[in-house]
């Protein structure tokens, strides 16, 4: 999404065409970096800051197997 967000911003002056394709490939690589921050704040602390609410599977692992075994 990165190359093709800047081939369209290259050539966005000459094919004007290409705004949609700029818009939808900014809007793609916005999505994966959120969804990268939200699985790995599921796991462990995102870029090793400790924001609240995060590592939350590692600090309630034996909650969540005792969750699972009885259920």
Excluded: C, Q
């Amino acid at each position: 999404m990165a190359v093709a967000y800047t081939v369209g911003r290259i050539f966005e002056r000459r094919s004007p065409w290409l705004a949609p394709v700029i818009a939808f490939t900014e809007a793609a690589m916005v999505g994966a970096l959120a969804d990268w921050f939200a699985v790995v704040a599921l796991f462990r602390h995102p870029l090793n800051l400790p924001i609240p609410k995060t590592a939350i599977i590692p600090h309630n692992k034996e909650r969540i197997g005792n969750a699972l075994a009885t259920s």
